[in-house]
């Protein structure tokens, strides 16, 4: 669990009230190169006309962090090879997580790291919990969009590359941190996966609190949605199936790496599609799919459509090609090229992105759409790195 630093205890889980803003939070970490950096705007997943009416009203509200960042700096610029943080090297201690949000996750993180007899465990549930008690972040815990009937069902995971050790929660209601349940499923029972109503009952026998994790902003565009099916052009309540499949406005998982003398970990947090069918499940409580670590090879990380990475077994793909000697650039993009392949194959569509890093501190991140970023933090500071788009 995460230690409180003034009191030397467990932190306990509390309301959305905890989370500091962006700026507290890289403050707490290594100072950003130049000024606090911007943000750009967000992949457009607008396929259809439920996600055109989810922009028009969260783009206003949820994505209204975007512009707040966005005065405040440039958005992210190209390096001096795609994909990559820098030409300066590997580094062996490190975090690197995905999306503009990443920038104050990655801020708590490498305090975490920091700490004496720190292991990167530490460091991503403590950055992935500044994502999921940001109400800004509408892909990720409290302020996550809901599922088609209003409910915000969460999953996470976590995974130690030591051990291989892994927790994880599915379809969790009602529970701010579900990276911390899924932290102790690891460390307290004998499973890996608890899935709704069992996660729900492990979490309170834990002493975890209870809330509405439905803001207002989620629920007012939950509601507006609901209020278009059946219009015309919109998907109706006879294709349940279809309404899943096509609203999938936001992917933007948040998934962190965190690397220290060898040391690897992972956690992946997010509330999954918006609208999805009741009980749904993605690649990021998947081990495997949304995440794999092992300290004698690499980590990776996905984000993007989940189903896309469970067909691929996407990121232990990756870990596995590094293990027969290929670098994390080329991993990555073989696996990229197995989904682009299986999406053509029936007609499918949507984005997928993965950050590996290798046992020497290489890193890379790149998607098959444009957009994609990442967040990567060392001892000169934390950049906002434009992620390789695959051909």
């Known amino acids: 669990m995460i230690e409180d630093s003034h009191a030397h205890r467990p932190l306990q889980p509390t309301g959305h009230g905890e989370c500091r803003s962006r700026r507290d939070v890289v403050d707490c970490g290594p100072r950003l190169k130049g000024q ?3 943000s750009m705007k967000r992949r457009d997943f607008l396929h259809d006309a439920s996600g055109a009416l989810l922009a028009g009203c969260v783009g206003a509200g949820a994505l209204a962090g975007n512009a707040r960042a966005a005065a405040a700096g440039p958005a992210p610029q190209g390096e001096s090879e795609a994909g990559r943080p820098d030409a300066r090297g590997p580094r062996d201690r490190l975090v690197v997580s995905t999306w503009w949000f990443g920038v104050a996750a990655n801020g708590s993180a490498w305090e975490a790291l920091r700490r004496d007899g720190a292991h990167p ?23 996550g969009l809901p599922n088609a009937e209003g409910v915000v069902q ?28 899924a932290r102790l499923v690891m460390e307290r029972t004998p499973h890996v996966l ?8 492990f979490a309170r026998a834990q002493g975890f609190e209870e809330q509405e994790l439905l803001s207002p902003k989620a629920r007012e565009a939950w509601e507006q949605w609901k209020a278009t099916r059946g219009q015309p052009g919109a998907r109706g309540p006879a294709e349940p199936f279809e309404v ?20 690897f970990a992972t956690a992946v947090t997010t509330s999954g599609l918006a609208w999805k069918l009741p009980g749904r499940v993605g690649d990021s409580p998947i081990i495997g799919a949304g995440s794999y ?40 993009i073989d696996v990229l090229h197995r989904i682009r392949r299986a999406q053509g194959a029936l007609g499918r569509q949507g984005d997928v992105a993965f950050i590996a890093v290798s046992r020497g501190g290489e890193v890379w991140g790149g998607s098959l759409l444009p957009g994609f970023e990442y967040a990567y933090t060392d001892g000169d500071g934390t950049r906002r790195i434009q992620g390789e788009v695959v051909a």
């Open 36 to 38: 606090v950096v911007g």
């Open 121 to 143: 465990l530490d460091a991503v549930e403590a950055g992935t919990r500044v994502a999921e008690a940001d109400p800004e972040v509408n892909s990720v815990g409290f302020g």
């Open 154 to 181: 969460l999953d996470a995971s976590v995974m130690r590359g030591d051990t291989l050790g892994c927790g994880a929660v599915a379809a969790l209601e009602k529970v701010l941190h579900p990276i911390s349940v």
């Open 194 to 201: 608890l899935v709704g109503p069992g996660a729900l009952a």
């Open 244 to 263: 899943a499949r096509a609203s999938s406005l936001d992917h933007d998982t948040i998934g962190m790496i965190a690397l220290d003398g060898g040391r």
């Open 293 to 332: 670590c092992d300290d004698l090879v690499g980590a990776a990380v996905s984000t993007g459509v989940g189903e896309e990475v469970i067909r691929t077994g996407g990121c232990v793909s990756i870990v596995e090609a590094m293990r027969r000697g290929l670098p994390p650039r080329r991993a990555s």
